[in-house]
């Protein structure tokens, strides 16, 4: 069974362009989360679908930020226009249920020049 | 408010000798706490969990420890291996977040061969 995947691996950007980040889930997982990783600190929260619906979007650090997930299956994540300090690792992670264990992607590496 | 912490960013150790990675967390209503391991250009991976009722779980080589009355977990991994080498993350997750995890720094662990 294939594991949570993202794509790109790994995205190189000018400051004030736009960047679509897009998060493949485990098939069946109705739960999916964004997390990133800016310049080696702690993985913080940035927000949690249930299926198509935004259950917790505490964590988007700003209206730059549009996360989806049409028809509940894949999500995207766009930084419009990206700045600096949106450089990092952005993980996607999905569960089968709230509070079972999640499943981490291998991330995408943003770098906004 | 809430927050989990590491007391040492990195550590080394020589291969062979027994590991322990230290977390502290201030949010007392974490009733679920986990190990992540990441390696380099890969997601975090899930190592071991711990329910708040517990004090103590082992896994294979690992054994996280938990110490309610200081807000305290760690992460002894036995007979270090290379392969270990990589950061390790603690996370706390309450039952009513819907699966939201707070991440803490993580320490990078590296072992001498």
């Known amino acids: 069974e294939a594991g949570v995947t993202q794509f790109p691996s790994h995205s190189v950007i000018e400051k004030g362009q736009t960047v679509t980040l897009r998060c493949d889930p485990i098939s069946g997982h109705d739960n999916l989360y964004w997390y990133r990783r800016v310049m080696g600190k702690e993985i913080k929260f940035l927000l949690h679908?249930?299926?198509?619906?935004?259950?917790?979007e505490s964590g988007m650090p700003n209206n730059r930020f549009l996360a989806e997930r049409t028809g509940g299956t894949y999500s995207t994540l766009k930084v419009q226009p990206a700045e600096l300090e949106d450089s990092g690792v952005y993980f996607c992670?999905?569960?089968?249920?709230?509070?079972?264990?999640?499943?981490f992607g291998q991330g995408t590496r943003l770098t906004v020049v | 408010g809430e927050s989990v912490g590491l007391h040492l960013p990195t550590l080394s150790v020589q291969e062979g000798d027994n590991s322990i990675i230290n977390c502290a967390y201030s949010n007392s209503a974490s009733d679920y706490f986990i190990w992540y391991k990441q390696e380099s250009g890969k997601g975090p991976q899930f190592i071991i969990d711990i329910r708040s009722n517990m004090d103590k779980r082992q896994g294979q080589r690992v054994t996280v420890l938990l110490n309610k009355t200081v807000k305290h977990l760690s992460l002894q991994i036995a007979a270090t291996q290379p392969g270990d080498s990589a950061v390790y993350f603690c996370a706390e997750h309450t039952y009513n977040q819907g699966g939201k995890l707070i991440f803490g720094q993580g320490t990078e662990l590296s072992v001498k061969p």
């Open positions: 679908f249930v299926k198509e619906s935004k259950q917790d």
């Open positions: 992670a999905s569960s089968l249920q709230p509070n079972t264990e999640a499943f």
